[in-house]
Nanobody, 120 residues
Framework: QVQLMESGGGLVQPGGSLLLSCAASGNIFKISFMGWFRQAPGKERELVAS???????YYVDSVKDRFTISGDVYARTVYLQMRSLKPEDTAVYYC??????????????WGQGTQVTVSS
């Protein structure tokens, strides 16, 4: 079994900052991808930022220059530093990881989600 444990999130005023953390544990052979998705009410879940085993980093355009993903798949931990937060960043944020439990067997796993609310 594999678990993704998230922490962080909460209520912050516009312009504020928050740090999300995600740690993977369990029956892990290797991880090839870790990322943060978010889902706002009435909207589809979107990929916000991600990192891979080849150190490829991705950010959705709306968060570039404001959010930073750090950590790596080898440490099985990633962080999402969010700065200059806007009301439109309000969503449930989910950690996601593509985990290999053997050399050839993998699954995508999700954290439980953490609420981020940006409001004055």
């Amino acid at each position: 079994q594999v678990q993704l444990m998230e922490s962080g999130g909460g209520l912050v005023q516009p312009g504020g900052s928050l740090l999300l953390s995600c740690a993977a544990s369990g029956n892990i052979f290797k991880i090839s991808f870790m990322g943060w998705f978010r889902q706002a009410p009435g909207k589809e879940r979107e990929l916000v930022a991600s990192t891979t085993s080849s150190a490829s980093i991705y950010y959705v355009d709306s968060v570039k220059d404001r959010f930073t993903i750090s950590g790596d798949v080898y440490a099985r931990t990633v962080y999402l530093q969010m700065r200059s937060l806007k009301p439109e960043d309000t969503a449930v944020y989910y950690c996601n990881a593509r985990v290999y439990t053997s050399a050839t067997s993998w699954d995508d796993y999700w954290g439980q989600g953490t609420q981020v609310t940006v409001s004055s």
